[in-house]
């Protein structure tokens, strides 16, 4: 059954532990990986990591990445993100 974008948008938003997929060098399967992500609707996707970290350098130089979210129990569902990397933000302050 398909989730519409305002569904989407709500279940990304819920924050999920992400599988994040990216074409690390030609000829080999994409690096999947778990990774903390963080999203508000209508937003950008951000991933909680390294900016050096192999995922991180591997986005960069790819320009792309692939995600999915899911929960396992009934009824299973899963959204999948496509999307062009940008340059990695500073960490945000919170008080």
Known sequence: MALSTAEREAFLA??????????????R??????????????GEVSFLTGADSRKARAVAKAGRFSML????????????????????TPPRRTN
Do not use: N
């Open 69 to 88: 979210a899911e929960r396992t129990h009934p009824t299973y569902r899963y959204v999948s993100v496509e999307a062009p990397s940008a340059p990695p």
């Open 14 to 27: 819920e924050g999920r532990i992400g599988a994040l997929a990216v074409q690390e060098e030609a000829g």
């Open 29 to 42: 399967g994409p690096l999947v990986v778990p990774v903390w992500y963080d999203y508000s609707p209508g």
